[in-house]
């Protein structure tokens, strides 16, 4: 069987901990609801805040404003009541490094709790899953990642938000031979565009969750004319609720090199590679779900 699907062989629901710098934007939010409104497919077992770079605060700030942003969000999901780790406050100094953390120690211990396969959705900077790889090797073949990283192959650098907050940590989970699915952000997760007018139709109407998710659109950017906004970390939710919406191809894993391109080397251990996302598809499933949700 193919990286990462041959983990979940039943295509029953998965374990899932979904690693997520939720104060560094306004499309991890969206991600957060997608997974706690989605339990035929997400069994979520944790709520990782990654840390992210900000010229406006430190790591360790970075990561407490994402478990207060967590918090917001969970709060209106009356059905959901994950439990909440605090991720990494530094980065990996080299690809071997780790980082000890709340997320990471979940991590390890969730992945030995059950023969049952775990899936880290990685939708920030690599730290906490790397560092929890890096301390334990031997998850390799008992957890699967999805990460949101980097750019699509056909760009001229790989150089995006997430791999490059922490690229010691980019490099060692491409290097573990984890069973990975690599979405690209400019190129396929580019496809999730939403407007603010679609979301005050379709989405602001249905309760206290989707009048939240529709505001922070609206104030992140203005003015709104002919303006749309990539809701980029909902694609490793879709993945795992519906691959046929995240489309993949198996190839090598990618070499990152110093100055964050991609060189290619065929002999490399396999990965899974999104190159498109259905994206009316993702947004009426999201929708959906969160009209339900009241």
């Known amino acids: 069987m193919e990286p990462v699907t041959r983990l979940n062989p039943s295509g029953g629901p998965w374990r899932v901990v979904l690693d997520t710098d939720t104060a560094n934007e306004i499309d991890d939010q969206f991600a957060i609801a997608h997974a706690c409104l989605s339990p035929d497919r997400i069994k979520l077992e944790a709520v990782c805040a990654a840390p992210f770079r900000s010229s ?53 211990e969730l992945a030995d709790r059950t023969d049952e396969p775990l899936l880290v959705l990685a939708i920030g900077a690599a730290t906490d899953v790397a560092s929890a790889l890096n301390m334990r090797p031997d998850l390799v073949g008992k957890v699967g990642v999805v990460w949101l990283g980097g750019h699509s192959f056909d760009f001229p650098s790989a150089h995006e938000f997430n791999l490059a907050g922490d690229p010691n940590a980019s490099r060692a989970l491409l290097d573990s031979g984890v069973d990975l699915v690599l979405i690209p952000a400019m190129g396929v997760s580019s496809h999730l565009l939403t407007t603010v007018a679609e979301l005050e139709r379709d989405l602001e109407p249905t309760g206290e969750l989707g009048a939240y998710l529709t505001d922070i659109v609206r104030e992140h950017h203005r003015p709104h004319f002919a303006w749309g906004k990539e809701i980029w970390d909902v694609s490793a939710t879709a993945w795992a609720i519906e691959p046929s919406w995240v489309p993949t191809r198996v190839v090598p894993s990618p070499i990152l090199n110093e100055d964050l391109t991609y060189s290619h080397d065929p002999s490399r251990h396999p990965i899974r590679y999104a190159y498109f996302c259905g994206r009316n598809a993702v947004f009426g499933d999201i929708f959906r779900k969160i009209a339900a949700n009241g």
Request: hydrophobic share 40%; proline share 8%.
């Open 56 to 108: 406006r605060m430190t790591v360790e700030e970075s990561v407490t404003a994402s478990l207060d942003e967590i918090c917001r969000v969970l709060s209106r999901i009356p059905s959901a009541d994950p439990p909440v780790y605090r991720g990494s406050e530094r980065w990996l100094r080299t690809p071997q490094d780790a980082v000890e953390s709340e997320a990471a120690d979940a991590i390890i």
